[in-house]
């Protein structure tokens, strides 16, 4: 009793403490360091931001300019992680459908003092001088992050160790910002998540990482000239960035099979040395100490190979050397944290608002390869697509935001809300919410669906410049596809991509019986798996095995008649379509479409019947 009783005075001296810090500062910012927050008897952070990424600089900024006192922890020297100790400098952007920027505020501030193809020192400076500009944020470099500390289901506070010390120490806080790339406070404070494809049924799954390498000696005359003359219009020059040697590329086999080396991404330095984002390495545990180390070794061992091919292949890069490498790997995919929203692909790809955004994207959905024998492929791209507040807010877990690529969002959406400028934009909603949060004395639980909380956020967010409005989705032409429903299902699955065109090439003829037969067995197995996941008893569908390249329409009609029969045999086409429609799969407005059993099936054919295949197998 008299903790708790302890805790509740503590609490509210704090909230009158920072009612009167945001009356005397307001909330676009502060003259002077707000009071530390008196947690049990000691001092203490209104937020700690965990992780020195471009997103929990952006979340510390904004929560300071809100009056809020931050304390920003990062394990490495500097700040900006992925875009400095990564060296990933080649930024991926998002305009809307007018070519406006997205991804303003924060970011804005950033991109407008450095570009695109930033100096690396530069963007260190930048991020240091930031967060030392303002006097309600503390920053500790090299520290490691022990434990959150936990009461209950609340998260209030750290357990760090500072480099040099031997004893870790304790720090509490009213609410905790992870930003760190996987998610790993959120994970240690028992949020739940899932981990690269497993959500759409690839499991064991994630995306290929990158080591990121400079290279001096290179004559940025001769590569411009070439890529500019190269005949691919996708290949393009801007300033000091560059993207190109699509085909030269293809020439080079690594020395270690289990990576690649793709078409590069080029950024120059201040220095005249440029910085290359190409290799691809599979087989990395990103979790695992160990496995991430090895990872790094087995690029360092194969780049001298990649720059000597480069020097005899690619014009401009005849005296190329290699000078260095990046001390952290660039990966893109582990944990998607499920929070009280996850966003979808479907979101994404039919371009939908939400009443709670606080952003917005517009990538290309881009899930890069996940080992040497896929190629990675673009599932779609939006003109423009809402970010709920509610993706920030993990389940289970009070007093937790979690900015970046590891919110909650599917695995194939998180191709596109993956990119650095959209997880700042997270960064900077959690660092404002955070204000609100503390001064009214509410979870950020309570805020996602609370109108007044929500409206508050939104007009903070446009008073520090970020770009937010309500809009009316622009639709798709794929929408208006009589089989655009069987997409929607396939797409999910992970089964169907439209490309940077958003073509499904739906009239399209199919060209092999893998289009229906790995489709249909991978129904089967993420059927089951889901079904096992629910204590439910499989599916006993036969595996489909074609001997034939001239997959008809009639052969997709017995084999997803088969399928949803869970065996039965059909003599004939006909009696296979009846079933169809007897079962509810051919209703009576698409049976235009169903009439030649002899013809080559579409693929809008095959797409809208396998997805009604998904439906009632998982329904049986």
């Known amino acids: 009793m008299h903790n708790s009783r302890h805790r509740i005075f503590a609490l509210l001296l704090l909230v009158s403490l920072f009612v009167g810090s945001i009356l005397l500062y307001g909330c676009s910012g502060s003259t002077e360091a707000v009071p530390e927050p008196i947690i049990d008897g000691e001092k203490g952070y209104h937020v700690i931001v965990a992780g020195g990424e471009p997103e929990g600089v952006a979340a510390a900024l904004s929560a300071a300019r809100n009056g809020v006192r931050v304390l920003l922890v990062e394990k490495g020297e500097a700040l900006g992680g992925l875009m400095t100790l990564g060296m990933l400098n080649y930024i991926d952007q998002n305009h809307g459908p007018s070519n406006e920027l997205l991804t303003r505020g924060i970011f804005q501030e950033f991109y407008k003092a450095l570009g695109n193809a930033f100096d690396i020192e530069s963007a260190k400076e930048w991020f240091m001088k930031k967060c030392e500009n303002e006097p309600n944020i503390t920053v500790m470099l090299n520290t490691e992050i022990i434990a959150p500390v936990m009461m209950g289901n609340t998260i209030a506070g750290l357990e760090v160790l500072e480099k040099g010390e031997d004893t870790p120490r304790v720090i509490r806080s009213l609410a905790v910002i992870d930003a760190t790339v996987d998610g790993d406070i959120a994970a240690a404070a028992g949020a739940p998540y899932t981990e690269g494809g497993e959500d759409y049924g690839a499991h064991a799954t994630t995306q290929g990482v990158t080591l990121v390498f400079e290279v001096s000696g290179v004559d940025w005359k001769d590569v411009t000239k070439h890529i500019k003359n190269d005949g691919n219009a996708n290949n393009d020059v801007s300033g000091n960035a560059a993207w190109g040697y699509n085909e030269e590329v293809k020439g080079y086999t690594p020395v270690d099979d289990n990576m ?57 890069f005849e005296n190329a ?6 001390e ?31 952003g917005h994207g517009s990538y290309p959905v881009d899930v890069q390869a996940s080992s040497p024998d896929t190629t990675g492929n673009v599932i779609g791209h939006p003109d423009i697509y809402s970010i709920p507040f ?22 194939l959406p998180h191709g596109s809300a993956r990119v650095i400028p959209v997880g700042m934009v997270t ?4 660092g404002a919410a955070v204000a609100y ?5 509410v979870t950020f639980r309570e805020m996602a669906y609370d109108d007044e909380a929500v409206g508050w956020l939104q007009n903070t967010l446009k008073k520090q410049g970020a770009y937010l409005v309500e809009y009316d989705p622009p639709r798709m032409a794929v929408m208006d596809h009589w089989a655009y429903n069987g997409v929607v ?3 999910a699955l992970g089964m169907a991509e439209g490309g940077y065109n958003n073509d499904y090439r739906l009239d399209n003829e199919l060209g092999h019986r893998w289009a229906l037969q790995v489709r249909t067995n991978n129904i089967t197995r993420i059927v089951n798996e889901r079904r096992a996941n629910k204590g439910m008893s499989p599916v006993m569908v036969p595996e489909v095995s074609l001997n034939t390249d001239e997959i008809t329409l009639g052969q997709v009609f017995l084999t997803v008649a088969e399928s949803v029969s869970q065996g039965k045999q059909f003599s004939n086409a006909d009696d296979a379509r009846v079933y169809l429609m007897d079962c509810g799969l051919l209703s009576p407005d698409v049976m235009i479409y169903y009439t030649d059993s002899d013809a080559i099936a579409t693929m809008g ?11 009632s197998l998982r329904a049986a």
């Open 260 to 316: 690649r080396f793709r078409a590069p991404n080029i950024a120059r330095q201040k220095n005249g040395n440029v910085l290359i984002n190409a290799l691809i390495i599979f087989g990395v545990n990103a979790y695992d100490a160990v496995s991430y180390a090895e990872g790094i070794q087995r690029g360092i061992d194969e780049l001298p190979h990649i720059v000597n091919y480069m020097k005899g292949n690619f014009p401009g």
């Open 321 to 326: 050397s290699l000078v260095s490498y990046a």
């Open 328 to 358: 952290r790997l660039y990966v893109r995919e582990t944990r998607h944290f499920i929070g009280e929203y996850r966003l979808t692909i479907t979101d994404v790809l039919e371009n939908r608002d939400h009443r709670d955004r606080i």
């Open 390 to 411: 509610r993706c920030l807010v993990p389940l289970m877990i009070d007093q937790l935001l979690i900015a970046g690529r590891s919110a909650s969002y599917d695995s």
């Open 427 to 430: 960064g900077e909603a959690c």
């Open 437 to 441: 949060s503390v001064r009214n004395n």
């Open 489 to 491: 299902v396939m797409r």
């Open 605 to 615: 054919q095959l797409f809208y019947l396998l997805g009604g295949l998904y439906n």
